[in-house]
């Protein structure tokens, strides 16, 4: 059930057909609190000017919703002139009381019902884009733009203080389940975007976001027990303890959160100026999933023939990521075109890693070794780090296995990537070197929605606000509900019956690109 505010209280529905009112009465109730409201005003000489703006915003959101009410009615005479028999094969009923979710608060109206064996829908409310779940969507943008940002919880807090009213926790989830529906169809319908620059760049990295064990899900499903103590908060915690019992004790150092992977994208031009350098990032875009990283490899691949940089056009393509064996799998099968690097911090990281295993932490040697191996790296030279290490491993203490270990995996990393580590030529030639934009768009885009403390999601339902959050950090937001709008409006006029944008569960997760 969706909250309201005591100053938003909705227009009074009845069952009854003959409330329903006519423009005329509408538009006179709108002149009526239009004088009312300015005669208000006129009575405020002793009010401060936060008194007055506090006690002002209700009475405009109320007003308001005369005037969607005035709409409403208008669009429903003007379809009852032209329509004065239902269409071959149904009946007509009404007009039938409705409830209308908005902006201003919930606003009640009036519509014709058509109807036959089988069931029926409000023709109207197709013609005008409405679905029956109650939500404009205007509202529902909104809700769900809110709920890209910040918690649930916090969205139904951060609208009910500007709207004076709010959807329901859960409603908005439902909005979120819904939208992401469509998230699919609008990435791969999404034109191009234009002005884009000669050389394509794309960096792909990974995060695991916390999620839900079967136990927690479990437990979450479950009847829950009877509280004990209703009215104290304290005592009732006190008992909710001794039921559940003590917790395993984590060990020392553990982090471990059931994390599941999502896959990250991101994709830009650079364009070359004048002087001979790459300026950019042009048009930059990110996609994220929780599918198999192949979907995401797939999905760039998918964008980049869009903008123009298909495998016959000849046009450079440089991939950047961390070097995990996945992606470069998928990177030969989809981009055999392109140039692929290995990020240069991330080798970095395990050159100290080698140098731990030579000299001690935090020593002259440790820091002197570790610079020299980094002047070779950037001057492309990567093949003499491993001809380095092999040395040293030749001279190492046999005794010492786990540390062998330890540099024995640094040798193999940098080894088995030689090839994407030509940093000087890349730096010649003004090409990326590192992922520093998909590595802030880790950040941004997952961590800070879905890395916070207490947060544990199931991937699925995940994913919808996922891909949501990418198409708002896109700035394609109002481009998506556009496309969501025409789209469900289309499918409910061809169809003939009112169409919900309210989802309770998740769908799969995507496979574009995994058959």
């Known amino acids: 059930m969706e909250e309201m505010c005591p100053s938003a209280l909705p227009v009074e529905v009845t069952d009854d057909v003959a409330t329903a009112p006519t423009v005329g009465e509408v538009k006179a109730n709108i002149i009526q609190e239009v004088n009312a409201l300015v005669a208000w005003v006129l009575t405020c000489q002793s009010l401060t000017f936060f008194a007055f703006e506090t006690q002002l915003v209700p009475k405009v959101l109320a007003l308001g919703r005369l005037f969607v009410q005035l709409f409403l009615c208008m669009r429903e005479e003007q379809f009852q002139a032209m329509h004065p028999r239902p ?10 009381t409705r409830l209308l979710g908005t902006f201003f608060g919930k606003v009640g109206y009036w519509r014709t019902y058509f109807y036959r064996k089988g069931g029926g829908y409000y023709p109207l409310d197709v013609e005008l884009g409405l679905t029956s779940d109650g939500f404009s969507m205007l509202l529902r943008s909104y809700a769900t733009r809110m709920a890209t940002k910040v918690s649930y919880a916090q969205a139904t807090l951060i609208l ?10 859960e409603s908005i989830e439902c909005m979120v389940l819904g939208l992401g529906r469509h998230t699919a169809a609008w990435f791969e319908s999404a034109p191009a975007p234009e002005g884009d620059g000669e050389v394509l760049v794309i960096q792909i990295d990974s995060k695991a976001t916390p999620t839900a064990t079967e136990a927690e899900l479990e ?15 304290r005592h009732r915690g006190r008992a909710a303890r001794q039921r559940r019992g003590s917790k395993k004790r984590r060990k020392k150092g553990c982090k471990a959160k059931n994390g ?31 599918a198999p990283k192949r979907h995401a490899v797939a999905i760039a691949r998918r964008e980049a023939n869009k903008r123009g940089f298909g495998p016959e056009s ?26 692929h690097t290995i990020d240069v911090y991330h080798v970095t990281e395990y050159l100290w890693k080698a140098g731990e295993c030579l000299y001690k932490e935090g020593s002259d040697e440790l820091v002197a070794w570790v610079e020299a191996q980094k002047e070779r ?11 380095e290490i092999d040395k040293r491993f030749a001279q190492f203490d046999p005794g010492k296995q786990s540390v062998r270990e330890r540099l024995e995996k640094v040798r193999n990393y940098i ?28 950040n941004y885009v997952i961590a800070k929605r879905f890395d916070s403390g207490g947060m544990r999601w199931i991937k699925e339902r995940a994913e919808h606000l996922l891909q949501l959050r990418c198409i708002e950090v896109n700035n394609d937001w109002d481009a998506l509900i556009e496309f969501v709008h025409d789209r469900t409006r289309e499918q409910a006029q061809q169809e003939h019956r009112n169409l919900s944008l309210r989802r309770i569960e998740p769908a799969p997760l995507p496979t574009y690109g995994l058959t």
């Open 87 to 96: 269409q071959l094969g149904y009946k007509r009923l009404g007009p039938c």
């Open 160 to 169: 009910c203080l500007f709207l004076h009213w709010t959807p329901a926790q």
């Open 219 to 233: 437990k979450r499903r479950g009847k829950r027990a009877k509280n004990p103590h209703p009215g104290s908060q």
């Open 260 to 290: 599941k992977m999502a896959t990250i994208v991101t994709t830009y031009t650079l364009r070359r100026s004048a002087d001979g350098q790459l300026e950019g990032p042009i048009n930059k875009k990110v996609y994220a999933s929780y």
């Open 314 to 339: 000849g046009k450079l393509i440089q991939i950047v990521t961390d070097g995990d064996n996945n992606l470069q799998r998928y990177i030969e099968e989809l981009f055999p075109e392109a140039i």
């Open 377 to 387: 790296l950037y001057d492309g030279q990567a093949a003499e780090i491993v001809a």
């Open 415 to 442: 080894n088995k990537r030689v090839d994407k580590m030509n940093y000087k030529e890349l730096r010649e030639q003004d090409l990326e070197i590192s992922s520093g934009a998909v590595e802030g768009a880790v």
